[in-house]
């Protein structure tokens, strides 16, 4: 049997040389289904191959087996060889075996009637082997450029490896620090969300219009989870999420479109409910929205088993009506769950589902293989002499370690006790369950990353103050949720023979990820036992926190005199974090998630609206206004806040012109930029705008702009930002998209909180 399948796999290649010269008849008329490419060639080599296919052939393109060697939802009970075996299979997830992909792929191509290649996918979410701070973290650099390259060394080292599609960017705008997945994604703003999800798709996809999908050295992108997933109630992972279509427009889908505005090729379903529609079965979400109102071409994956879980939502009857709601929703591939499969020929020949529907499905995976190159040379992606030139090579190693030092949030710094330089010949007295720790570093989601290479902060602090007169001692006190009297005293014991205190401490790295939801976000109690014995000391204390999300540090803002949020750092988190408490990098983070002071503030976002009743925050106790009776409504630290070892100004904030046109219009807001202090330093000016009123209620402020600038001891710069009339569109009570007319405030601000260097202007009725 195999002498003849294998000719006829090659012969494929033949004949799709031959009928690509004259358009077949779907082509010319391909119904909902258009090109992501729009390139004629390759969609005429595409519906030559759905000419050959059969049904089951056809729906079998739409069905992703997970291999399990790497597991991110329940295991599915089903063999997928079979289905392998007869080409049946579109993708296969979680293979991370070089020898082991080439084997499957053989099969494909060489066994099976069409020999039509596989896709491989995995979660490469920040890094694959050289592991990247978490998104989160990575996001507070407001460094797109450097986001976008760390994107594109995850992707060169997966694509050597086999691996050509990536289930990232995670694009969900997160406001609840509850949820564990607030660490895939860049935070609470839809504005700097936006930018972020465009910077991730270039570096994974290579380039904005596909183009670059052929280079083994890119990986297919992947939107995700559309949509709102980050809304989800009480912060608890796969919970309804009950929103307006205001906020859903305004607040949630923008980093969604961006995405799509940047290129991405795929899109994944959410868990979650929206009004009572789970994503994976809403087709006004992805069929109306997604490929009617913003043109989608690529094609849409449902989560891990998303399709199977209709049922217990409660709007399936079972399996094969949960498949029926999800490819006739708009889901082209199912994700593990083998309904397509199992179901999707019975509900064709019985009516329920059109064949065109099944077309236009099959349609869009087969192009993203053609423009992959997977047709041309099924084995392209795997190279392990270009993977073993590619994978954590110094110049990977340099960026992976400025990304951490660019994500490390100084939050506070009281009488300047950091930086400590190698001259200053303090001993300081190491401390902390996560000092001399290397397994947590890399967080979850951290790919191939090999946990034991990961540099720990004793490691990195001991060969940065090396030959210098700087002694460090340690001790580590504590286990990240156990302590005994023995180990605080032995902490204690080298904190009396030392001038300062380090302490890294913060959450073990399964604490945040899918399913990893908690109600206390305070350090453990173990470490906030240690962290009392140290102050009790009255040696001053410098606290690490990683994290995959913001914490309470309200007892530790209070009490200690400096914090460093460094997240959860990667590979090189030892080293980077040296860097900054070295003063060898000045600290440039600025946070994406406002970090409450208690739980009970949660959600807490800067963009919030006003109340017919608001605080006036000079005097929050005043009655019958929108407060609490036992703490502020601000947030301990807010969006955009971060603090570094120089001071900045800014001033002198002009417009060159008091208003515009409501349509192709804008203004040009200058400001002066000063660096007054003595070391040099990276500043992000950011932009905000207030609507004063609106169709529908405006926020109090929206971020509109930023920029990165590096400031010289002393230096001043001027700063420019362009406000565009559609930058201040939004959807209002017409639920149409516009700029409404009327007044305007505007600031030049160094965070979310600060009023300074206000302005104001018009936009004119057109």
């Known amino acids: 049997m195999k002498t003849i399948l294998i000719p006829i796999a090659y012969l494929l290649t033949a004949f799709l040389l031959i009928s690509c010269g004259q358009p077949s008849r779907d082509t010319q008329k391909p119904g909902k289904w258009q090109s992501y ?38 295991v599915m009970s089903d063999d997928f060889q079979p289905y392998l075996e007869k080409g049946l299979i579109g993708s296969i997830f979680n293979a991370t075996s070089v020898e082991g992909i080439r084997r499957m792929q053989q099969i494909a191509v060489d066994s099976t009637r069409l020999g039509i290649p596989i896709l491989f996918g995995q979660d490469v979410i920040h890094g694959y082997k050289t592991i990247f701070p978490i998104p989160l973290g990575e996001a507070c650099s407001w460094d797109l450029a450097l986001m976008q390259r760390t994107a594109e060394i995850a992707a060169l080292e997966a694509a050597s490896d086999g691996i050509n599609w990536t289930f990232a960017p995670m694009v969900d705008i997160s406001r609840d620090a509850r949820w564990g997945r607030v660490m895939e994604g860049a935070g609470e703003d839809p504005y700097l969300g936006s930018k972020v999800a465009q910077a991730r798709v270039t570096g994974f996809q290579g380039s904005g219009d596909g183009s670059r999908l052929d280079e083994p050295t890119t990986l297919l992108a992947t939107g995700k989870h559309l949509a709102a997933y980050g809304a989800a109630e009480s912060g608890r992972d796969y919970n309804p999420a009950e ?44 069929t109306d929205i997604l490929r009617e109102e913003w043109g989608f071409k690529g094609f849409v994956v449902s989560d891990y088993t998303g399709i199977n879980e209709l049922v217990p939502h409660s709007v399936a009857r079972d399996e094969q009506h949960a498949a029926e709601l999800a490819i006739n929703a708009g889901v082209d591939m199912d994700m593990t769950g083998a309904t397509y499969i199992k179901y ?3 509900s064709v020949e019985e009516g329920r589902v059109s064949e065109k529907t099944i077309d236009n499905a099959a349609r869009r995976i087969l192009e993203m293989k053609f423009l992959l190159g997977l047709f041309d040379d099924p084995y392209r992606y795997l190279n392990e002499e270009r993977a073993r030139q590619n994978t954590m090579t110094p110049e990977f190693m340099e960026t992976a370690r400025k990304a951490v030092a660019a994500s490390v949030v100084l939050l506070k710094n009281d009488n300047q006790i950091l930086p400590i330089t190698k001259e200053s010949g303090k001993t300081i007295a190491l401390i902390g369950p996560l000092m001399n720790d290397s397994i947590n570093l890399n967080g979850e989601w951290a790919g191939l990353g ?36 023995g180990k605080i005293a032995e902490a204690v014991s080298a904190t009396r023979r030392a001038d300062l205190i380090i302490a890294a401490m913060g959450e073990d790295f399964n604490w945040s990820g899918e399913a990893a939801v908690r109600t206390d976000i305070r350090l453990p109690e173990s470490q906030r036992e240690l962290l009392k014995a140290l102050k009790e000391t009255g040696k001053p204390i410098v606290l690490i926190t990683l994290s995959g999300r913001p914490l309470d540090l309200s007892w530790e803002d209070e009490n200690l005199d400096a914090i460093l949020q460094a997240w959860f750092p990667g590979t090189q988190g030892g080293h980077g974090i040296a860097d900054v408490i070295a003063g060898d990098y000045n600290p440039s983070a600025r946070l994406v998630m406002s970090f409450p002071r208690n739980v009970g503030q949660i959600p807490i976002y800067y963009n919030q609206k006003y109340t017919g009743r608001p605080v006036d925050l000079s005097n929050e106790k005043i009655d019958y206004k929108s407060s609490y009776l036992d703490a502020s409504i601000t947030p301990l630290y807010p969006f955009g806040y971060g603090l570094s070892y120089t001071t900045y100004d800014i001033s002198d904030v002009k417009l060159d012109k008091s208003s515009m046109k409501a349509t192709n219009d804008k203004i040009i807001v200058t400001a002066m930029l000063q660096n007054r202090g003595n070391m040099d330093g990276d500043m992000v000016a950011q932009l905000y705008i207030r609507d004063l009123v609106g169709s529908v209620t405006r926020p109090i402020k929206e971020l509109k702009g930023f920029q990165k600038i590096n400031l010289k001891a002393g230096e001043s710069k001027q700063v420019s930002f362009e406000i565009l009339s559609e930058d201040l569109a939004f959807y209002g009570i017409d639920m149409k998209k516009k700029t409404e007319p009327g007044n305007f405030k505007l600031w030049v601000a160094q965070n979310s909180a600060d009023n300074t260097n206000e302005t104001d202007f018009r936009v004119e009725q057109q």
């Open 37 to 74: 490419s729009g390139d004629k060639h390759i969609a005429q080599r595409v519906d030559s191959v759905l000419k050959l296919m059969t049904l089951e052939e056809k729906i079998g393109q739409m069905t992703q087996f997970s291999a399990n060697w790497s597991i991110t939802g329940p």
């Open 243 to 286: 929103l307006s279509e205001h906020t859903l427009r305004n607040v949630y889908l923008p980093p969604y479109r961006a995405a799509l505005e940047a290129g991405v090729g795929t899109f994944m379903a959410s868990f979650n409910e929206i009004n009572g529609i789970p994503a994976t079965a809403d087709r006004w979400l992805l």
């Open 450 to 485: 090999n946990r034991n290479k990961s540099v720990p902060i004793l490691k990195g602090l001991t060969e940065k103050y090396e030959g210098s007169d700087v002694k460090l001692l340690y001790a580590a006190g504590s286990t990240i949720t156990e302590t005994t009297q």
């Open 344 to 346: 999707l020929v019975k």
